[in-house]
């Protein structure tokens, strides 16, 4: 996801005050089945070469694909379900050189947070036209000079765009920015691409409910997770706080009925939730949790969604005093009094996601070697409302993430 360092909220959000900055979406289609909504969009836009990537499940063990490409036509010139997890670079370089080969004029991406990842990324090759690893690796984002904000490596205009049909709830299709990982660090890659965010999202209920119902609920914490950190934000925008408040109510009260794979409006919630998290987390930094999920899930070979869990109950309990206003706001709204970071610990005992770094199966070596990648992430220790700058105070928060 998710990567809001990006929106520019370094020093002068200190001199300006909060500002907003929108994503960039054009046309967004709520409760709409995805085979009718493609061809649709594809219309609006005027697009004729659309190039699929999908997750390797929908593609063979579903006809979900087969049925997009039937609606397209010949207006669907490729397909490829060759993603894996966290998109390994090989793997969105030989999209990439595909895709620009066969003339696509849109890249229609359908699945989740890697499948996203993975079509931004092939989005900065082919309007670089770079399609190897050392090059591809000099088009990654960095920091301004004063260290506050993120920007891109380049301002090439895009030269293809994406329409995405997420199928998981991390709110990747609300970011221009990637992840994916590199095989021979294992860490991962930073990329913003110009216009990467989607031009277009397909929000159909009914496709999300065939996601295997673990992976549907670890991703709604993780969505949750971008939507606690943008309410609890150090320098927060009174919109995306509104925004992302109604989301983690969203989420608490309608994750659980996801249970019944009939209850369609859960699912539509949810996806709202994804929206209205979306909506406001490019306009303010996030902490330790959003971005820790780099440092576990390459070098410990855990998804982020997983990993989010466990980080996003830390970090409650870490920042419980600095956040009190912001977890107040939020009980209120769910009618309920006590602590956030109980509520919290209850939905995922509730869920049966995993509360602890054992719960993933990690042990004290591992722990520790997460400490100096996470000294050396440039946002890690970043934006913290109860600061979180040494080993030391990293040993600590990650401490709390040993207790269920």
């Known amino acids: 996801m998710s990567e809001q360092a990006l929106a520019g909220v370094g020093s002068d959000a200190h001199r300006e005050g909060t500002r907003y900055r929108f994503s960039g979406h054009e046309r967004i289609l709520h409760r709409t089945p995805a085979h009718e909504g493609l061809p649709d969009m594809m ?55 595909e895709a620009n080969a066969l003339g696509a004029d ?52 895009p030269r293809i765009r994406q329409i995405a049909i997420p199928t998981t709830l991390a709110t990747s299709e609300w970011t221009p920015v990637s992840t994916p990982v590199d095989e021979q660090t294992h860490l991962k890659a930073r990329f913003l691409t110009v216009d990467g965010s989607p031009r277009g ?37 009174p919109f995306a706080s509104l925004m ?68 996003m109950l830390a970090q409650a309990r870490w920042s419980e005093r600095q956040a009190a206003v912001q977890h107040g706001n939020v009980l209120r709204l769910l009618g309920r009094s006590g602590s956030f970071a109980d509520v919290l610990d209850g939905l995922l005992a509730d869920l049966g996601l995993p509360r602890s770094l054992q719960d993933l199966g990690l042990s004290a070596e591992q722990v520790e070697a997460f400490i100096q990648p996470a000294l050396d992430h440039p946002q890690v220790t970043r934006n913290n409302l109860r600061p979180i700058t040494t080993a030391a105070d990293l040993r600590a928060v990650l401490h709390l993430a040993d207790r269920a």
Request: hydrophobic share 45%.
């Open 43 to 97: 219309d609006w836009f005027g697009y004729r070469r659309a190039y699929i990537v999908c997750s390797r499940t929908l593609n063979t063990r579903t006809v979900v694909i087969s049925g997009l490409a039937s609606a397209l036509g010949d207006r669907c010139v490729g397909i490829t379900d060759k993603v894996g997890e966290h998109s390994p670079l090989s793997n969105v370089l030989a999209g990439a050189v």
């Open 106 to 157: 849109v890249i229609v991406s359908v699945g989740g947070g890697s499948v996203m990842d993975m079509v931004k990324t092939m989005q900065l090759c082919i309007s670089e036209q770079v399609f190897d690893r050392s090059g591809l690796l000099q088009l990654q984002m960095k920091l301004s000079a004063d260290g506050t904000e993120v920007i891109a490596a380049t301002r090439t205009a």
């Open 201 to 237: 999202i397909i929000y159909d209920p009914q496709l999300l409910a065939r996601t295997p119902l673990s992976l549907l609920l670890s991703t709604g914490i993780r969505g949750l997770d971008h939507a606690i950190n943008t309410a609890c934000s150090t320098q927060p925008h």
């Open 244 to 311: 992302a408040e109604k989301a983690i109510q969203l989420f608490i009260e309608n994750l659980p009925r996801l249970r019944n794979s009939a209850d369609l409006e859960a699912f539509s919630n949810c996806q709202l939730a994804t929206w209205y998290t979306g909506m406001g987390q490019l306009s303010v930094p996030h902490g330790f949790s959003h971005w820790m999920v780099h440092i576990v899930g390459p070098l410990a070979g855990v998804p982020h969604s997983e990993a989010a869990c466990v980080l």
